[in-house]
């Protein structure tokens, strides 16, 4: 069955800190990858998505994510957080044409 | 993209009864869902609302325990019937438009059983 694994459920970062969150996925077919935030009291929002072309893909925010197809990862990643970037972080992937979804990344940053 | 808006936004219910759950957009989309997110959790899609037909449900959720309404292209409702605290979760409404698998959300429904 597809599944999506984040690897951290909770990240604390300083401001200014360099972030990378990990996102794989299981399916050996195409897929289209998302990365969606949601900050504290609002829905859930599209941050960045990859359906073809260059493997690295930049979002709102700053933030940026490379497709790497040999490891099945889709990994998000900002050079320098701030404390708005406090947040829940989902990676998913659509397959099939259902969004599977990795279990979310609690970020904090720290002021 | 599309604007969705829920209804309740949140809502505290006793065990054994049922409560609906409304779903609007500002446009005409094709595709509805619902999803479950309980606390802790990722994302669970529970059905696709289909217009003029019954929803498809995904393993473990069944037609009588989430009914599902879509008699239009911008309005589903989800009604969680005989309630349990096991189904105190928040519950998103998304939508995808015509040819594109992008979904935006609703703001969810905050559902707590007593």
């Known amino acids: 069955a597809q599944s999506v694994s984040q690897h951290n459920h909770h990240v604390i970062l300083s401001e200014a800190a360099s972030l990378e969150l990990g996102c794989n996925y299981s399916?050996?077919?195409?897929?289209?990858l998302f990365w969606y935030v949601q900050y504290p009291g609002q829905h859930l929002q599209l941050l960045l998505k990859?359906?073809?072309?260059d493997p690295l893909v930049k979002g709102i925010k700053g933030f940026e994510a490379e497709f790497i197809k040999s490891k099945f990862s889709f990994n998000l990643r900002k050079p320098s957080v701030q404390w708005s970037d406090t947040a829940e972080y989902f990676c998913a992937v659509n397959a099939d044409y259902q969004l599977i979804w990795g279990a979310g990344t609690k970020l904090i940053i720290k002021p | 993209s599309a604007v969705i808006s829920q209804k309740p936004s949140r809502d505290i219910c006793q065990r054994g009864t049922s409560l609906t759950i409304q779903c609007q957009v500002d446009?005409?989309?094709?595709?509805m869902f619902w999803y479950r997110q309980q606390p802790g959790q990722s994302l669970t899609l529970i059905a696709t609302?289909?217009?003029?037909?019954?929803?498809?449900?995904e393993s473990g959720f069944v037609i009588d325990k989430f009914p599902i309404s879509r008699p239009n292209l911008t309005f589903s409702t989800l009604t969680v019937s005989n309630m349990s605290p096991e189904d105190s979760s928040i519950y998103l409404c998304?939508?995808?438009?015509?040819?594109?698998?992008?979904?935006?959300f609703g703001p969810g429904t905050r559902l707590t059983v007593l």
């Open positions: 399916y050996g077919g195409t897929v289209n």
């Open positions: 998304s939508v995808a438009l015509a040819g594109s698998i992008e979904q935006f």
């Open positions: 446009s005409q989309v094709t595709m």
């Open positions: 609302a289909n217009q003029g037909s019954e929803a498809t449900y």
């Open positions: 990859y359906f073809s072309g």
